[in-house]
């Protein structure tokens, strides 16, 4: 699937609404129980992009973006300004954030990763398109230098260190990161005049399994 390392414009997503979305497949039993099951192992966020648009300017720079990536058919970054950090969001991201792998002496490959807790449950969600020149990683809580002992690629979020953690330490990161995530229509449909009336465009936004 084609894929263009571009972040769709921040401050048109910024006011967006959106979130995580589950399948769930339910089916009542004749007694009333229910039997649940989802074939998702992992969430798909939808957001709407027109709602962040604020003036015919932005009209112009969304259409620009839609065009060049060809309606549906290039996927792109998306920040989420909800949820874009391996922290909470009025935090600053530390190295010790979330826990990516335990090493056993030999793998030097590490998935980026963030986990969310309630109560006694969690799910743990990959993270793939980290932001350049924001991971920052640490082993046993001693903190690694980039481009020396580690590298982070931007396409992939693979941690790739150049001596394999030790067995049983802790491989911890912190970082920001985007969304991957393509138009969810052919269409983009907006009116000067209506606009101006405070109508904006309906603009969906998908993400995309990679």
């Given at each position: 699937?084609?894929?263009?390392?571009?972040?769709?414009?921040?401050?048109?997503?910024?006011?967006?609404?959106?979130?995580?979305?589950?399948?769930?497949?339910?089916?009542?039993?004749?007694?009333?129980?229910?039997?649940?099951?989802?074939?998702?192992?992992?969430?798909?966020?939808?957001?709407?992009?027109?709602?962040?648009?604020?003036?015919?300017?932005?009209?112009?720079?969304?259409?620009?973006?839609?065009?060049?990536?060809?309606?549906?058919?290039?996927?792109?970054?998306?920040?989420?300004?909800?949820?874009?950090?391996?922290?909470?969001?009025?935090?600053?991201?530390?190295?010790?954030?979330?826990?990516?792998?335990?090493?056993?002496?030999?793998?030097?490959?590490?998935q980026l990763r963030k986990t969310y807790v309630s109560g006694l449950q969690e799910y743990s969600r990959p993270i793939r398109k980290p932001v350049t020149g924001t991971v920052l990683v640490a082993v046993a809580g001693d903190q690694k230098i980039e481009s020396q002992e580690f590298t982070a690629n931007p396409e992939t979020g693979e941690v790739t260190f150049t001596l394999a953690p030790?067995?049983?330490?802790?491989?911890?990161?912190?970082?920001?990161?985007?969304?991957?995530?393509?138009?969810?229509?052919?269409?983009?449909?907006?009116?000067?005049?209506?606009?101006?009336?405070?109508?904006?465009?309906?603009?969906?936004?998908?993400?995309?399994?990679?």
């Open positions: 699937m084609a894929f263009h390392e571009i972040r769709f414009p921040a401050n048109l997503s910024f006011g967006s609404v959106g979130g995580p979305e589950r399948r769930t497949e339910i089916v009542t039993l004749a007694n009333g129980f229910e039997e649940r099951n989802s074939p998702w192992a992992h969430s798909r966020r939808r957001y709407d992009a027109g709602v962040g648009l604020r003036s015919l300017n932005d009209v112009e720079t969304l259409v620009a973006f839609f065009e060049a990536r060809a309606g549906q058919l290039h996927g792109f970054r998306w920040k989420d300004w909800s949820d874009f950090k391996s922290c909470a969001p009025l935090e600053t991201p530390a190295p010790d954030d979330q826990l990516i792998g335990i090493g056993d002496g030999e793998t030097k490959v590490f030790d067995l049983g330490t802790r491989v911890t990161a912190g970082f920001e990161f985007d969304v991957p995530v393509r138009f969810d229509t052919d269409a983009i449909q907006s009116s000067v005049a209506s606009f101006r009336a405070g109508d904006v465009p309906n603009v969906p936004i998908v993400e995309v399994r990679l």
